[in-house]
Protein backbone atom coordinates (compact mmCIF):
# COMPACT_ATOMS: atom_id res chain seq x y z
CA UNK A 1 0.00 0.00 0.00
CA UNK A 2 1.31 3.37 -1.03
CA UNK A 3 1.80 5.80 2.09
CA UNK A 4 -0.13 9.12 1.09
CA UNK A 5 1.87 12.26 0.85
CA UNK A 6 3.44 14.15 3.88
CA UNK A 7 0.75 16.83 4.95
CA UNK A 8 2.50 20.37 6.08
CA UNK A 9 2.49 21.17 9.63
CA UNK A 10 0.87 24.48 10.34
CA UNK A 11 0.66 26.86 13.12
CA UNK A 12 -2.06 25.34 14.42
CA UNK A 13 -0.07 22.12 14.68
CA UNK A 14 2.43 23.73 16.53
CA UNK A 15 0.02 25.99 18.75
CA UNK A 16 -1.52 22.57 20.02
CA UNK A 17 1.58 21.11 20.45
CA UNK A 18 3.05 23.68 22.79
CA UNK A 19 -0.25 24.13 24.41
CA UNK A 20 -0.53 28.23 23.32
CA UNK A 21 -3.06 29.97 21.07
CA UNK A 22 -2.22 30.29 17.62
CA UNK A 23 -1.32 34.19 17.79
CA UNK A 24 1.67 33.43 20.40
CA UNK A 25 2.94 31.19 17.36
CA UNK A 26 2.46 33.61 15.05
CA UNK A 27 4.74 36.35 17.44
CA UNK A 28 7.40 33.72 17.79
CA UNK A 29 7.94 32.97 14.78
CA UNK A 30 8.07 36.31 13.57
CA UNK A 31 9.78 37.43 16.46
CA UNK A 32 7.83 39.91 17.80
CA UNK A 33 5.01 40.72 20.00
CA UNK A 34 5.00 40.11 23.86
CA UNK A 35 5.93 36.30 24.49
CA UNK A 36 7.98 35.07 27.74
CA UNK A 37 11.14 33.24 27.17
CA UNK A 38 9.83 30.25 29.09
CA UNK A 39 6.55 30.03 26.18
CA UNK A 40 8.80 31.10 23.25
CA UNK A 41 11.06 27.91 23.76
CA UNK A 42 8.07 25.65 24.64
CA UNK A 43 7.04 26.57 21.23
CA UNK A 44 10.39 26.62 19.29
CA UNK A 45 10.35 22.66 20.77
CA UNK A 46 7.34 21.73 19.51
CA UNK A 47 8.11 23.14 15.96
CA UNK A 48 11.56 21.81 16.54
CA UNK A 49 9.58 18.20 16.94
CA UNK A 50 6.56 18.65 14.39
CA UNK A 51 9.53 19.54 11.66
CA UNK A 52 7.70 23.05 10.90
CA UNK A 53 8.59 24.88 8.16
CA UNK A 54 7.31 28.54 8.12
CA UNK A 55 6.28 29.87 4.64
CA UNK A 56 8.13 32.60 3.58
CA UNK A 57 5.02 33.91 1.66
CA UNK A 58 2.93 34.15 4.71
CA UNK A 59 5.17 35.22 7.27
CA UNK A 60 6.31 38.40 5.07
CA UNK A 61 2.16 38.46 4.77
CA UNK A 62 1.99 38.75 7.96
CA UNK A 63 4.94 40.80 8.92
CA UNK A 64 3.88 43.85 6.10
CA UNK A 65 7.40 43.05 4.80
CA UNK A 66 6.21 41.89 1.17
CA UNK A 67 7.66 39.38 -0.91
CA UNK A 68 7.83 41.04 -4.34
CA UNK A 69 9.91 43.69 -5.89
CA UNK A 70 7.67 45.24 -8.43
CA UNK A 71 9.35 47.24 -11.37
CA UNK A 72 6.67 49.71 -12.70
CA UNK A 73 7.24 50.82 -15.79
CA UNK A 74 5.79 54.12 -17.07
CA UNK A 75 4.54 54.25 -21.01
CA UNK A 76 2.01 55.58 -23.14
CA UNK A 77 0.45 52.12 -23.32
CA UNK A 78 1.27 48.81 -21.78
CA UNK A 79 3.00 47.60 -25.24
CA UNK A 80 5.94 49.64 -23.19
CA UNK A 81 6.39 46.28 -21.28
CA UNK A 82 7.89 44.80 -24.75
CA UNK A 83 10.78 46.65 -24.95
CA UNK A 84 13.69 44.81 -24.38
CA UNK A 85 15.04 47.15 -21.57
CA UNK A 86 11.88 46.07 -19.71
CA UNK A 87 13.40 42.13 -19.69
CA UNK A 88 16.68 43.01 -18.57
CA UNK A 89 15.42 45.34 -15.53
CA UNK A 90 13.07 42.77 -14.30
CA UNK A 91 15.81 40.10 -14.58
CA UNK A 92 18.69 42.41 -13.29
CA UNK A 93 15.49 42.75 -10.18
CA UNK A 94 14.76 39.37 -9.92
CA UNK A 95 18.54 38.26 -9.46
CA UNK A 96 19.14 41.45 -6.45
CA UNK A 97 16.25 39.98 -4.74
CA UNK A 98 16.95 36.36 -4.35
CA UNK A 99 19.13 36.44 -1.49
CA UNK A 100 16.66 38.44 0.77
CA UNK A 101 13.77 35.48 -0.79
CA UNK A 102 11.93 38.39 -2.85
CA UNK A 103 10.75 37.86 -6.51
CA UNK A 104 10.13 40.36 -8.79
CA UNK A 105 6.76 41.52 -10.98
CA UNK A 106 5.89 43.82 -13.62
CA UNK A 107 3.39 46.70 -13.99
CA UNK A 108 2.60 48.96 -16.74
CA UNK A 109 1.39 52.73 -15.08
CA UNK A 110 0.00 54.77 -17.77
CA UNK A 111 1.74 58.08 -18.80
CA UNK A 112 -1.42 60.47 -17.73
CA UNK A 113 -2.42 58.63 -14.10
CA UNK A 114 0.65 56.73 -12.76
CA UNK A 115 -1.02 55.48 -9.84
CA UNK A 116 1.06 53.97 -7.18
CA UNK A 117 -1.55 53.79 -4.21
CA UNK A 118 -2.72 50.41 -4.76
CA UNK A 119 1.08 49.24 -4.63
CA UNK A 120 0.95 51.11 -1.58
CA UNK A 121 -1.70 49.20 -0.15
CA UNK A 122 -0.78 46.04 -0.92
CA UNK A 123 1.00 44.03 1.88
CA UNK A 124 3.33 42.03 -0.48
CA UNK A 125 4.88 44.29 -2.08
CA UNK A 126 8.43 45.05 -0.69
CA UNK A 127 9.46 47.94 -2.73
CA UNK A 128 9.03 49.31 -6.41
CA UNK A 129 11.73 50.22 -9.07
CA UNK A 130 10.11 52.55 -11.12
CA UNK A 131 11.47 52.63 -15.41
CA UNK A 132 11.03 55.62 -17.56
CA UNK A 133 9.95 57.98 -14.54
CA UNK A 134 8.49 60.71 -14.76
CA UNK A 135 7.68 64.14 -12.78
CA UNK A 136 4.01 62.55 -12.38
CA UNK A 137 5.05 59.57 -11.40
CA UNK A 138 7.53 60.81 -8.59
CA UNK A 139 4.24 63.05 -7.42
CA UNK A 140 2.35 59.78 -7.39
CA UNK A 141 4.15 58.21 -4.72
CA UNK A 142 2.41 58.06 -1.44
CA UNK A 143 3.51 58.76 1.68
CA UNK A 144 3.54 54.85 2.58
CA UNK A 145 5.96 53.97 0.22
CA UNK A 146 8.77 56.71 1.05
CA UNK A 147 11.88 55.09 1.42
CA UNK A 148 10.60 51.88 -0.36
CA UNK A 149 11.10 53.43 -3.83
CA UNK A 150 13.62 53.74 -6.40
CA UNK A 151 13.71 55.20 -9.73
CA UNK A 152 15.70 54.79 -12.55
CA UNK A 153 15.80 58.41 -14.33
CA UNK A 154 15.02 60.96 -12.42
CA UNK A 155 14.27 61.59 -9.16
CA UNK A 156 13.59 63.67 -5.67
CA UNK A 157 13.68 64.40 -2.10
CA UNK A 158 11.70 61.05 -1.80
CA UNK A 159 12.86 58.81 -4.48
CA UNK A 160 16.67 58.45 -4.74
CA UNK A 161 17.31 58.15 -8.83
CA UNK A 162 20.15 55.79 -10.50
CA UNK A 163 20.55 56.49 -13.98
CA UNK A 164 23.37 56.18 -16.96
CA UNK A 165 25.00 58.86 -18.37
CA UNK A 166 22.90 59.14 -21.27
CA UNK A 167 24.58 62.99 -21.80
CA UNK A 168 28.09 61.70 -21.65
CA UNK A 169 27.60 58.53 -23.31
CA UNK A 170 25.90 60.55 -26.30
CA UNK A 171 28.67 63.00 -26.41
CA UNK A 172 31.42 60.02 -26.74
CA UNK A 173 29.30 58.67 -30.12
CA UNK A 174 29.06 61.91 -31.36
CA UNK A 175 32.13 63.04 -30.72
CA UNK A 176 33.56 59.57 -32.49
CA UNK A 177 31.60 60.30 -35.36
CA UNK A 178 32.67 63.75 -35.74
CA UNK A 179 36.38 62.64 -35.64
CA UNK A 180 35.63 60.40 -38.26
CA UNK A 181 34.76 62.97 -40.85
CA UNK A 182 31.25 63.22 -40.43
CA UNK A 183 29.60 66.08 -40.64
CA UNK A 184 26.39 66.02 -41.68
CA UNK A 185 24.65 63.95 -38.49
CA UNK A 186 21.35 63.44 -38.02
CA UNK A 187 19.76 62.01 -35.02
CA UNK A 188 16.31 60.12 -34.18
CA UNK A 189 14.90 60.75 -30.82
CA UNK A 190 13.02 59.58 -28.35
CA UNK A 191 9.51 60.46 -27.18
CA UNK A 192 9.64 64.10 -25.88
CA UNK A 193 7.17 62.94 -22.87
CA UNK A 194 11.11 60.76 -20.80
CA UNK A 195 13.04 63.43 -19.44
CA UNK A 196 15.80 61.07 -19.23
CA UNK A 197 15.80 61.03 -23.59
CA UNK A 198 16.99 64.74 -23.12
CA UNK A 199 19.98 64.07 -21.97
CA UNK A 200 21.19 62.78 -25.38
CA UNK A 201 19.30 65.45 -27.36
CA UNK A 202 21.21 68.08 -25.79
CA UNK A 203 24.54 66.90 -26.44
CA UNK A 204 23.51 66.44 -30.02
CA UNK A 205 22.10 69.64 -30.29
CA UNK A 206 25.12 71.19 -28.24
CA UNK A 207 28.32 69.67 -30.83
CA UNK A 208 26.44 70.61 -33.45
CA UNK A 209 26.07 73.66 -32.42
CA UNK A 210 29.88 74.34 -31.07
CA UNK A 211 31.01 72.59 -34.91
CA UNK A 212 28.59 75.33 -36.39
CA UNK A 213 26.46 72.16 -38.14
CA UNK A 214 22.86 72.40 -38.47
CA UNK A 215 20.93 69.96 -36.40
CA UNK A 216 18.47 67.27 -37.66
CA UNK A 217 16.42 65.61 -35.63
CA UNK A 218 13.72 63.39 -36.45
CA UNK A 219 11.14 61.98 -33.59
CA UNK A 220 11.30 58.54 -32.21
CA UNK A 221 9.85 55.99 -29.86
CA UNK A 222 12.85 53.97 -29.04
CA UNK A 223 11.65 50.87 -31.30
CA UNK A 224 12.68 49.47 -34.62
CA UNK A 225 10.08 50.12 -36.19
CA UNK A 226 9.87 53.90 -35.80
CA UNK A 227 13.90 53.77 -36.94
CA UNK A 228 13.03 51.95 -39.23
CA UNK A 229 10.62 54.86 -40.88
CA UNK A 230 12.52 58.23 -39.08
CA UNK A 231 15.41 57.03 -41.22
CA UNK A 232 13.33 57.38 -44.35
CA UNK A 233 12.21 60.91 -43.51
CA UNK A 234 15.88 61.70 -43.08
CA UNK A 235 17.00 60.43 -45.99
CA UNK A 236 13.44 62.11 -47.89
CA UNK A 237 14.41 65.45 -46.04
CA UNK A 238 18.32 65.56 -46.21
CA UNK A 239 19.64 63.11 -48.79
CA UNK A 240 23.06 64.38 -48.12
CA UNK A 241 23.03 62.77 -44.64
CA UNK A 242 26.64 61.03 -43.70
CA UNK A 243 25.94 60.02 -40.10
CA UNK A 244 22.55 59.12 -38.01
CA UNK A 245 22.75 59.10 -34.33
CA UNK A 246 19.74 57.12 -33.02
CA UNK A 247 18.64 57.56 -29.45
CA UNK A 248 19.02 53.44 -28.72
CA UNK A 249 19.88 50.10 -30.53
CA UNK A 250 16.81 49.29 -31.47
CA UNK A 251 15.92 52.25 -33.29
CA UNK A 252 20.02 51.96 -34.76
CA UNK A 253 18.87 48.61 -36.57
CA UNK A 254 15.48 49.53 -37.69
CA UNK A 255 17.82 52.78 -39.50
CA UNK A 256 20.24 49.96 -40.81
CA UNK A 257 17.49 48.03 -41.73
CA UNK A 258 16.39 50.93 -44.40
CA UNK A 259 19.66 52.07 -45.28
CA UNK A 260 19.84 48.67 -46.97
CA UNK A 261 16.67 48.53 -48.89
CA UNK A 262 18.13 52.28 -49.97
CA UNK A 263 21.32 50.84 -51.38
CA UNK A 264 23.28 52.84 -48.67
CA UNK A 265 26.59 51.60 -47.72
CA UNK A 266 26.87 51.35 -44.01
CA UNK A 267 29.24 52.98 -42.77
CA UNK A 268 30.78 54.27 -46.64
CA UNK A 269 27.57 56.41 -47.52
CA UNK A 270 26.08 56.95 -43.70
CA UNK A 271 27.32 55.98 -40.55
CA UNK A 272 25.07 54.33 -37.72
CA UNK A 273 25.46 54.09 -34.07
CA UNK A 274 23.01 53.87 -31.36
CA UNK A 275 23.08 53.82 -27.67
CA UNK A 276 22.79 50.61 -25.28
CA UNK A 277 24.60 48.34 -26.94
CA UNK A 278 22.45 45.41 -26.61
CA UNK A 279 23.79 41.72 -26.87
CA UNK A 280 22.27 41.89 -30.72
CA UNK A 281 24.62 45.05 -31.34
CA UNK A 282 27.76 43.52 -32.07
CA UNK A 283 25.91 40.67 -33.73
CA UNK A 284 24.32 43.05 -36.91
CA UNK A 285 25.66 43.25 -40.56
CA UNK A 286 27.36 45.53 -40.06
CA UNK A 287 28.56 45.17 -36.52
CA UNK A 288 26.67 48.50 -34.10
CA UNK A 289 28.72 51.30 -33.00
CA UNK A 290 27.21 52.38 -29.45
CA UNK A 291 27.94 53.17 -26.34
CA UNK A 292 27.48 51.03 -22.50
CA UNK A 293 24.32 51.31 -20.60
CA UNK A 294 25.29 48.90 -17.71
CA UNK A 295 21.38 48.19 -16.78
CA UNK A 296 21.96 45.14 -14.55
CA UNK A 297 24.37 47.11 -12.52
CA UNK A 298 21.85 50.12 -12.16
CA UNK A 299 18.74 47.93 -11.92
CA UNK A 300 20.47 46.13 -9.68
CA UNK A 301 21.76 48.72 -6.98
CA UNK A 302 18.38 50.28 -7.42
CA UNK A 303 16.80 46.90 -5.65
CA UNK A 304 19.00 46.63 -3.07
CA UNK A 305 18.49 50.32 -2.14
CA UNK A 306 14.82 49.28 -1.89
CA UNK A 307 15.65 46.09 -0.52
CA UNK A 308 17.56 47.37 2.72
CA UNK A 309 15.46 50.62 2.68
CA UNK A 310 19.27 52.60 2.77
CA UNK A 311 18.87 55.90 1.26
CA UNK A 312 22.33 56.28 -0.05
CA UNK A 313 23.28 59.07 -2.24
CA UNK A 314 20.42 60.60 -3.95
CA UNK A 315 21.27 60.83 -7.14
CA UNK A 316 23.70 57.44 -8.93
CA UNK A 317 24.74 57.80 -12.43
CA UNK A 318 26.56 54.95 -14.22
CA UNK A 319 29.26 56.00 -16.79
CA UNK A 320 29.15 54.76 -20.04
CA UNK A 321 31.49 54.47 -22.88
CA UNK A 322 31.98 54.21 -26.63
CA UNK A 323 31.75 50.88 -28.20
CA UNK A 324 33.19 51.21 -31.34
CA UNK A 325 32.02 48.69 -34.44
CA UNK A 326 32.07 48.51 -37.94
CA UNK A 327 29.33 50.71 -38.51
CA UNK A 328 30.70 54.02 -37.63
Known amino acids: MTAGPVRQMRLEDVA ?20 SAATRDRVREAARRLDYRP ?7 AGGSGFRLVVAVVGTTA ?7 VDRAVA ?3 QAGA ?16 RLDRLAEDRSVRGVVLLNTTEAALAAVPMSLRGRVASIGIGSRWVPSFDVDNGGG ?5 RHLYATGRRRIAMVTGPQWMPC ?11 MRSAGLPARLVAGDFSAGTGHRAMRRVLRRWPDTDAVFAINDATALGALAALREEGRK ?30 SRIVGAAATAVLNQTPGPPNVVFPSTLVRRQSA
Not at 55 to 61: F, I, K, Q, Y
Open 79 to 85: QVLEDPY
Open 170 to 174: AGAVL
Open 16 to 35: KEAGVSRTTVSRVMAGSGPV
Open 197 to 207: AWRSVESYQGL
Open 99 to 114: PYGVGASLQWLPRQAP
Open 266 to 295: VPDDVAVAGFDDIPFAALSAPALTTASHPV
Open 92 to 94: AAA
Open 55 to 61: DPVARAL
